[in-house]
């Protein structure tokens, strides 16, 4: 069964305070904001931002209106964090609208109010996992330039790619850990116990995971890196169950 807008916020832990009418919502707890973004909107031809002032004009009296001007007064006022769920409309003329489809990887945002105007900077992709977890945007930030994939099945790719040098924080990890614990790790996966797959060079590939984040203050220590094959890496930072993932690595380090 196709899954409906209503049911995905509700999956990602904001769930719409109506079906019919809601275009935004919160998560007081997480201090989580969600916004429609309809698709034909995007500023052209960079498609990397939104002017929201026709939704948040006060003199808007319709529900989702009230309710998206309370729901960007957390953002703005509050500082919540702000996500977008890229849409698109059935009738872009229709008032209102209707969704079609809707893409369920989220666009993070940065709102202000510029000269008069509700502005949202589209700052990238990230994954749904990002709000259902105590993880940074920016550690979950997916790659790329812009920050919007059309909804619409059409032609991707680029025949004449751009060059760009790309400059980022990073932290400083320690390689005489990450080496320690692989050779620790004997060529298998310290969770599921693979051995990691045969690399050009005839060594076994495997990836050293922080279990508490460095950007949550965890320690580049032996005691808090394992060794995971690449398919128990992704899990630890995208799946459902990566807390209780968390815990088993923890329990797994001090065992040896």
Known sequence: MKQTFSQFCAEIGVPLRNDRWSWSAVNDAKRQAIFTIWEDRLDQPRRSSIDLSWL??????????????RNMACVLDQGYEAFGILCEAHDPSASPRKRKRFNRELLALE??????????????????????????????????????????????????????????????????????VLKRARERCEHC?????????????LEA??????????????????ALCANDHRRAHFGNDWKELQDQFLAKIQSF
């Open 193 to 205: 116990g693979k051995l990691g797959f045969l690399k050009v060079d005839g060594g076994r590939y």
């Open 209 to 226: 995971h922080h279990v508490i984040s460095l950007q949550e203050q965890g320690a580049d220590t032996m005691r808090n890196v394992i």
């Open 56 to 69: 948040n004009d006060p003199n808007r009296t319709e529900n989702g209106a009230r309710e998206f001007r």
């Open 111 to 180: 709102v202000a109010f510029e000269a008069g105007r509700t502005i949202a900077r589209i700052k990238g992709k990230v994954p749904p996992a990002t709000i259902t977890r105590d993880v940074s945007v920016a550690d979950l930030m997916l790659e790329g330039d812009s920050a919007i994939d059309d909804i619409e099945d059409s032609e991707i790719g680029n025949p004449d790619p751009e060059y760009r040098i790309r400059l980022s924080g990073a932290f400083v990890r320690d390689n005489a850990v990450r080496n320690a």
